[in-house]
């Protein structure tokens, strides 16, 4: 059973390149999470092409979302991922597994190579993330409606320690149907949360239908607001629009964050299309992914 | 079965809020979290005197051992405690993925479990809760047995590098164990050194069989009653050596029969030591309309009861 270690070398250039973002211009952040953004797709596509499992569809349409919370955003260091006053990042969309090992190894949490035993017997890599093998995880999910209440735990943590820092937790659309997600809303805003801040990865598709047809979501910026909440919806593909979004909160309630996003967005074949959830690959269709996302 | 001097008796909900302010004015670490338990799990002493580390999500159990986890992780030392029935079964899946899974350092505090809401009925009930969380891995569970034990596991509970799973019992029980007696974390206390016949009792089910112990001495059957308080993991090496030096073994425990106690040491007898046995427990049945005191008459997990079983397999 293996459990994985931080790639220092990696790490050491993922901090460099953070640390010169803060001296630079917008446009040369959102340059920058573009190649991270690139750099995790690619990965991502070869390696459910290997396993021959995944979720492609939802991978694809949270890879801003990180790309953007780990290039700029969060306060991390793969060098010490379990420092205590680190920002918190819960995947809570745990299908979602193979965006998070293609961010997190890119950032230098453990070797980019270790991506190649993803789904292998025995690998730290499992289906869903493990939080006790893999550094970065937080919390082990899978199961939907578990990682919101965690965040909340871990926000009232930060406060009754007096710390300022931040907790994220990034939620399928489709998720929101699990009533524990409602129970957690009513938590942080009774609570005043205001170091949480909730994504919702608004892709309209779960697994088997349009989140719509399924159980209705809509009007879901006003459930938000009226479970108290500091809404902002944006497009989750707008690497300057995320980065606004997730500035602190500017009142003392929590934010949600309702990324428009599109499922498997990036390879044209892919977007928005209800049997890409999980359906794995060709390798022809790898290599044709790969140019889409280079180009 | 009458009993010849009047024992005081303890409602263990008293002793584990006490501990728990004593180690919260040590720590600042120690939260308490509740589903409005605050009566039931005992808990307004606690919310009196640390207002802020009294952590109410309301009615809403997924959320409240989420939220325990989240807490974990943040590096306080969260008691998440709730009536058994709801923890336990309406968070089973939390339980498993946000806590043992997780590795999340939680005390799960199961309160008034078994049949101590007797006539509010099965919906109340946990007997089921040592059969689920049994099934899940890498989780201790503690069914201390009288105040001085649930103290005790309260304590190793907080200190202890993983989560727990807690059975704070509201059924008043008498005191099987001096204040001062050594409570080891996964080792059975044998409380009377006899040679016939076994009995592996936990919780309610203790202070029965010590009577039982009595009531045979009588009639020349001498029993060993020993005291499993951590059902999980299970002193092996007592239940071995018992199974080896007295004729048969007979497990009582306050819930189902399916896979709590009972199931664990038939599972470690049947593989290791086949032994003659009785399971003591409610055998998948719901249970009547009555008071906790009738329940456990009527379903045998009284000392008669265990006497019965004990003659039984003394007479193989």
């Not at chain 2, 939260?31 to 808990?43: E, H, I, K, M």
Request: with cysteine; net charge negative; proline share 5%.
């Amino acid at each position: 059973m293996s459990t994985l270690t931080v790639d220092s070398a990696s790490a050491d250039a993922f901090l460099a390149s953070r640390r010169g973002l803060g001296e630079t211009s917008r446009d040369r952040i959102v340059t920058a999470l573009r190649d991270l953004a690139r750099a995790v797709r690619s990965s991502d596509v070869q390696m459910i092409n290997r396993a021959q499992l995944g979720h492609i569809g939802g991978d694809f349409s949270v890879a801003d979302i990180l790309a953007t919370l780990y290039g700029a955003v969060l306060n991390i260091d793969p060098h010490h991922p379990t420092d205590p006053e680190r920002d918190r990042f819960i995947l809570s969309k745990g299908h979602s597994a193979g965006a998070l090992y293609s961010t997190l190894a890119h950032c230098g949490f453990f070797p980019l190579d270790e991506l190649e035993t993803f789904a292998q017997p025995l690998s730290a890599l499992n289906g869903h993330p493990n939080r006790v093998k893999v550094p970065g995880v937080e919390t082990n999910t899978g199961p939907l409606g578990h990682g919101f209440p965690v965040a909340v735990g871990h926000a009232l943590a930060a406060k009754l320690q007096g710390s300022a820092r931040r907790t994220f937790v990034v939620m399928g659309d489709g998720e929101l149907q699990e009533g524990s997600n409602w129970e957690a809303a009513m938590t942080a805003s009774h609570y005043h949360l205001s170091s949480l801040t909730a994504v919702v990865d608004r892709n309209r598709l779960q697994q088997g239908a349009r989140t719509e047809d399924t159980k209705q979501l809509e009007p879901l910026s006003d459930k938000w607001t009226s479970f108290g909440f500091e809404v902002r919806e944006i497009d989750g593909h707008d690497y300057d629009q995320l980065l606004t979004a997730f500035e602190p909160s500017t009142t003392a309630r929590p934010v949600v964050v309702i990324a428009n996003t599109v499922k498997g967005k990036g390879v044209s074949f892919i977007e928005d299309r209800v049997e890409w959830h999980h359906k794995v690959p060709t390798t022809e269709q790898v290599e044709a992914a790969l140019e889409e996302l280079n180009r | 079965m009458t009993a010849a001097v009047q024992v005081p008796t303890f409602d263990c909900r008293k002793a584990f809020a006490e501990e728990l302010i004593a180690l919260a004015r040590e720590d600042d670490r120690i939260v308490a979290v509740c589903n409005d338990s605050v009566g039931s799990s005992n808990l307004t002493g606690f919310r009196d005197e640390f207002p802020d580390r009294l952590i109410n999500v309301g009615i809403a159990e997924q959320d409240l051992v989420g939220v325990g986890a989240g807490l974990a992780n943040g590096g306080m030392i969260p008691f998440v405690s709730a009536a058994a029935p709801f923890l336990t079964g309406r968070a089973l899946e939390q339980i498993k993925a946000d806590i043992a899974y997780s590795r999340a350092k939680v005390v799960l505090c199961g309160q008034s479990p078994g049949m101590a809401y007797g006539e509010l009925g099965p919906t109340h009930h946990s007997i089921e809760d040592l059969s689920w969380i049994r099934a899940v891995a890498d989780l201790p569970i503690v069914v201390p047995a009288d105040p001085a034990q649930t103290r005790a596991a309260v304590r190793w509970a907080a200190y202890h590098s993983g989560p727990s799973y807690l059975r704070i019992g509201r059924f008043p029980v008498p005191a099987v164990h001096a204040d001062d007696t050594v409570f080891e974390p996964g080792r059975i206390n044998q409380l009377t050194d006899g040679v016939d016949i076994t009995v592996v009792a936990t919780g309610t089910m203790v202070s029965r069989a010590l009577e039982a112990a009595e009531t045979l001495r009588a009639e020349g059957i001498s029993l060993r009653v020993l005291n499993v308080s951590f059902i999980e993991p299970l002193d092996t090496e007592a239940i071995l050596r018992a199974a080896e030096e007295t004729a048969g073994v007979i497990t009582a425990e306050e819930a189902t029969s399916t896979g709590g106690l009972g199931a664990a040491v038939a599972s470690l007898l049947s593989q290791h030591r086949p032994t003659p046995m009785r399971i003591l427990g409610i055998d998948r049945q719901f249970a009547p309309t009555g008071s906790t005191e009738f329940l456990l008459d009527y379903f045998g997990l009284n000392a008669a009861g265990i006497a019965s079983a004990a003659r039984e397999l003394s007479a193989r």
